[in-house]
């Protein structure tokens, strides 16, 4: 997050520094052993990922999934708009749409690396568990952030740790994964940010129309969209619907399509090609000169110099 200062944003931190390491040591050994590299890892359960980084990162801008993940050793920071999340041991952050958010990890070593369990749902898992706990969908005028951070009370890591065992005994997993994860599911809803997922299970509400306009730019990304046409498609006013949509993501709509157009801009030019006229107009830009603008602030140098120093720093 360049050309910025920690007092222009507002900051959600948990006060990871007082707080001691939560004891969660299965859920230590088990990703010690299942991810032994640095990096994002699946598993043979589905939707399941296991995080290793072993040294702080530099800020990673990428989407964020619909996801609980649970921090057992380290600490991160995650940017989404304006607002801070400071995260470590024994919290968890869930995110109840997908988002454009820029991470890093802030405290990690070879010895005592940033270790995660993550874990992706949908919109419809959490209805589920709604219904089968006869939970009400929120139906509040007013929507909340899609994105919290929160302590893991000893019911939500009993769950975490039962889930992630089966990865030791991974003849359970097709019967006794999907029943873990319902129960893991149920002590998000039941804690003090559940609220946040119930209402975008709530058919008509504030939250579950902003969800609709993030799913229409999700797809549509690289295309001109008029906030008229998102208006409509939320069935609400221009003006509710820029409050609303901050309300839940943090970020006006613009801004959201264009932190997607320029995640997108990289991640290609690090793939595919360092065509930089020709990304700038496959993610929606007519203006090669508002680009390298828009991808300076956000990423914090051109393109071109970006490219470069993170080809010689991952390789490439």
């Not at 699946?42 to 993940?69: G, K, W």
């Not at 602030?297 to 490439?316: N, T, V």
């Amino acid at each position: 997050m360049s050309e910025t200062t920690d007092e222009s944003f507002t900051e959600v931190s948990k006060e990871v520094s007082d707080k001691p390491s939560v004891d969660v040591p299965q859920l230590n050994g088990l990703i010690r052993k299942h991810a032994q590299t640095d990096g994002v890892h699946s598993t043979m359960v589905p939707s399941l990922y296991l995080v290793r980084e072993s040294e702080v990162s530099e800020p990673v801008a990428r989407v964020n999934e619909i996801s609980f993940c649970l921090i057992v050793q380290g600490e991160k920071e995650v940017w989404l708009g304006e607002q801070r999340f400071r995260y470590g041991p024994g919290h968890c952050i869930v995110a109840s749409v997908e988002l454009p958010v820029t991470g890093q990890v802030v405290q990690a070593s070879a010895e005592s690396p940033y270790l995660a369990f993550k874990i992706e749902f949908t919109p419809a898992e959490v209805l589920d568990v709604m219904n089968h706990a006869n939970l009400k969908p929120i139906r509040d005028k007013k929507a909340k952030r899609a994105m919290f951070v929160g302590d893991a009370e000893k019911p939500l890591l009993d769950a975490a740790v039962r889930l992630g065992s089966l990865l030791d005994q991974p003849q359970h997993i097709p019967v006794l994964a999907p029943l873990f994860k319902k129960e893991l599911l149920y002590w998000v809803l039941q804690g003090p940010h559940g609220d946040s997922l119930k209402q975008m299970a709530a058919e008509g509400s504030s939250a579950r129309r902003i969800r609709t306009v993030i799913e229409h730019i999700l797809a549509n990304y690289d295309r001109t969209l008029p906030v008229e046409e998102l208006a409509r498609l939320a069935n609400l006013g221009v003006s509710s619907l820029h409050r609303q949509f901050k309300e839940v993501t943090a970020m006006s709509p613009i801004q959201f399509q264009k932190q997607l157009r320029l995640q997108e801009a990289r991640r290609l030019l690090l793939a595919e090609s360092t065509d930089i006229a020709g990304i700038a107009f496959r993610v929606g830009y007519e203006s090669q000169s508002q680009f390298s603008r828009e991808y300076s602030r956000l990423f914090g140098s051109s393109p071109r110099a970006d490219i470069r120093r993170m080809k010689e720093r991952y390789g490439g």
